[in-house]
């Protein structure tokens, strides 16, 4: 990270791993995302995460904004699997997510692909991205939790469809140990999914998300499917079963509820 043109890092902590043992941090930001692909093969590599206190420009997923006030947990995770499988990760980086939402009281769940959500009032999102840097392919899975943030201190639009930590439970919550718990869940989900076991974490995937069952409309590339979400595939694209029983399988979309 000598380079003086890259963005520079308040501080940088080793971990103890297994996977993630390196830890940058940044104040701010326009997106963590956007820092760790500048920072690949320079600092960021495979096991480095990147966390920062606020963004000025953070994304969404379909070229959305994602609103980072201070207060929230803003992440970038380096990873550099196989390219076939950065959405699979993507899709079960909110397993952890999850996780820790329980276990500081917020019993939340996952909404395909990978919304978080609580009383379906969205309180994380993870934008997965794969990108080359000459023969070195990497997986840059970007976090955001609404963890210590004020509902006001979020555009008008989305108060009322987002929720936070703070608003939802009393107890302050310190975002590194949000983190802490965080990583260590998705450090074990990593290891399983090289060692082969992921049939087993799709399925515990399905048991977090709960649109399957739903009656939906999904708007994808393609345009709309509507249907009933009737399962989630090992690659974790979403099957949608139609009223006359055709069934079809969704890579990527938008998901409403339609009953
Ligand atoms: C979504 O639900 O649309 C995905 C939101 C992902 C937001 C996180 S915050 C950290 C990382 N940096 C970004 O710019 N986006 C992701």
Same mark, same amino acid.
């Given at each position: 990270?000598?380079?003086?043109?890259?963005?520079?890092?308040?501080?940088?902590?080793?971990?103890?791993?297994?996977?993630?043992?390196?830890?940058?941090?940044?104040?701010?930001?326009?997106?963590?995302?956007? @820092? /760790?692909? $500048?920072? =690949?093969?320079? #600092?960021?590599?495979?096991?480095?995460? +990147?966390?920062?206190?606020?963004?000025? !420009?953070?994304?969404?997923r379909h070229?959305?904004?994602?609103?980072?006030?201070?207060?929230?947990?803003?992440?970038?995770?380096?990873?550099?699997?196989?390219?076939?499988? @950065? /959405?699979? $990760?993507? =899709?079960?980086? #909110?397993?952890?997510?999850?996780?820790? +939402?329980?276990?500081?009281?917020?019993? !939340?769940n996952l909404k395909w692909p990978n919304d978080?959500v609580?009383?379906e009032?969205k309180?994380?999102?993870?934008?997965?991205?794969?990108?080359?840097?000459?023969?070195?392919?990497?997986?840059?899975?970007?976090?955001?939790?609404?963890?210590?943030?004020?509902?006001?201190?979020?555009?008008?639009?989305?108060?009322?469809r987002?929720?936070?930590?703070?608003?939802?439970?009393?107890?302050?919550?310190?975002?590194?140990?949000?983190?802490?718990?965080?990583?260590?869940?998705?450090?074990?989900?990593?290891?399983?999914?090289?060692?082969?076991?992921?049939?087993?974490?799709?399925?515990?995937?399905r048991?977090?998300c709960t649109t399957i069952g739903k009656d939906i409309v999904v708007a994808t590339p393609k345009g709309k499917v509507a249907g009933r979400a009737y399962d989630v595939t090992?690659?974790g694209a979403l099957v949608v079963m139609a009223p006359d029983g055709g069934k079809s399988e969704i890579v990527d979309g938008t998901v409403e509820f339609t009953t």
């Open positions: 990270m000598a380079d003086a043109s890259l963005p520079q890092p308040t501080a940088i902590e080793e971990r103890p791993g297994p996977i993630f043992r390196r830890l940058l941090r940044f104040d701010a930001v326009d997106s963590t995302n956007e @820092v /760790a692909k $500048l920072l =690949l093969g320079h #600092g960021a590599d495979e096991g480095t995460i +990147l966390v920062a206190k606020r963004q000025s !420009a953070g994304k969404g070229g959305r904004s994602w609103a980072s006030p201070p207060g929230g947990l803003y992440v970038s995770l380096v990873l550099q699997p196989d390219p076939d499988y @950065v /959405a699979t $990760l993507g =899709l079960l980086a #909110g397993i952890p997510v999850v996780k820790a +939402l329980r276990h500081y009281g917020v019993f !939340a978080v609580f009383m009032k309180i994380g999102g993870i934008l997965s991205e794969g990108v080359y840097r000459g023969d070195a392919f990497y997986a840059v899975i970007g976090i955001g939790v609404n963890t210590g943030i004020d509902l006001d201190r979020l555009p008008e639009e989305a108060r009322a987002a929720t936070s930590v703070k608003r939802e439970v009393p107890e302050y919550v310190d975002n590194d140990d949000f983190l802490e718990y965080m990583m260590k869940h998705f450090e074990d989900i990593v290891s399983k999914f090289r060692t082969g076991t992921r049939d087993r974490l799709i399925k515990d995937y048991g977090l090992p690659l």
